[in-house]
């Protein structure tokens, strides 16, 4: 982007083009969605005929997702757990989102959250899936985030670099209070009001840039380092969601665990001291999202509703 303004009129070409196409009804909504890998599906939650799908090629400064389990769409709607449709919440899912390893900005990334600021969302759900770096954590435990590591901006690679948008938030916006607390105790309650038998844990969320998937010594540092999860996007969405002034919850779905153990040496005998097997894939991701993506869907429809 060539300058600050040319990025605010990008972000007015987006929202015009959105309002133009959606029943203004839906134009304003309050809740933005970001489903992670697998978790699509939580977009399936809005009621009624009254939805509208974007793809996200047809919005001005939105890039093209690549990645499988992400499709790439924005879809508006209505959601809650109102029976007779009376009360329910205007709501974005962003069906897929974008990343830093795809080959984008950190600014062209977060883009969406920006445009949803101006469509007038007051709060964000950001759910993920991650790789248990606590040994307790097992795939399909669900840890509700209440404290990140943002690695790639400890280093240099921060959303927030660059010319400050004043129109948006603070040149040095705090993220000791990220993730909103109130709505941590919320899908708390809502789970045990859905009577969810998952384990639901609350931890710190490592991100990481990727593509690969962490060695094991990277594994042992971020447990020491006191990660609870690790992954590969979230943390710039919710700084540039905290940014401009939006509430946070975000939830991850631990779909493989971290391989820790050190490997065996080259120098011993292997048939009396085997390796630790195993190793992360994204096939492995996706069918541990599947398993449990009715549990995620079931809490983010019945927080909605409270919003």
Do not use: W
Request: aromatic share 6%.
């Amino acid at each position: 982007m060539s300058s600050t303004q040319d990025y605010y009129d990008l972000i007015a070409d987006a929202t015009g083009s959105i309002r133009d196409r959606v029943p203004a009804h839906l134009a304003s909504p309050k809740v933005l969605i970001i489903c992670g890998s697998g978790l699509g599906g939580i977009a399936s939650r809005i009621k009624g005929d009254a939805e509208v799908i974007l793809q996200y090629e047809t919005i001005p400064g939105f890039q093209k997702s690549t990645v499988a389990g992400h499709a790439g769409h924005l879809q508006f709607g209505l959601m809650g757990i109102d029976p007779n449709q009376d009360n329910l919440v205007p709501v974005i899912c962003m069906v897929g989102r974008l990343h830093f390893y795809e080959g984008y900005s950190f600014q062209a990334a977060t883009f969406p959250v920006r445009v949803a600021t101006e469509l007038g969302v007051e709060t964000v759900i950001i759910t993920n899936a991650a790789g248990g770096v606590n040994p307790r954590y097992v795939p399909g435990d669900l840890m509700i985030i209440n404290d990140h590591i943002n690695f790639p901006g400890l280093s240099g690679q921060h959303p927030l670099k660059g010319p400050n948008l004043e129109k948006f938030g603070p040149r040095f916006p705090a993220t000791s209070d990220a993730y909103d607390l109130e709505l941590r105790k919320a899908l708390i309650h809502q789970a045990e009001a859905a009577n969810l038998s998952r384990t639901i844990h609350e931890g710190v969320y490592a991100f990481v840039s990727g593509p690969t998937f962490e060695s094991r010594a990277e594994v042992r540092m971020l447990r020491l380092m006191g990660a609870d999860a690790v992954g590969m996007s979230s943390v710039p969405e919710v700084v540039v969601a905290r940014h401009s002034g939006l509430k946070v919850l975000g939830l991850s779905l631990i779909t493989n665990s971290g391989v820790s153990d050190p490997p065996t040496s080259a120098f011993i005998d292997d048939s009396q001291t085997p390796d630790s097997k195993g190793h992360a894939s994204h096939e492995e991701v996706l069918l541990h999202a599947q398993e449990a993506a009715q549990d995620v869907e079931t809490l983010v429809e019945r927080l909605v509703g409270l919003l």
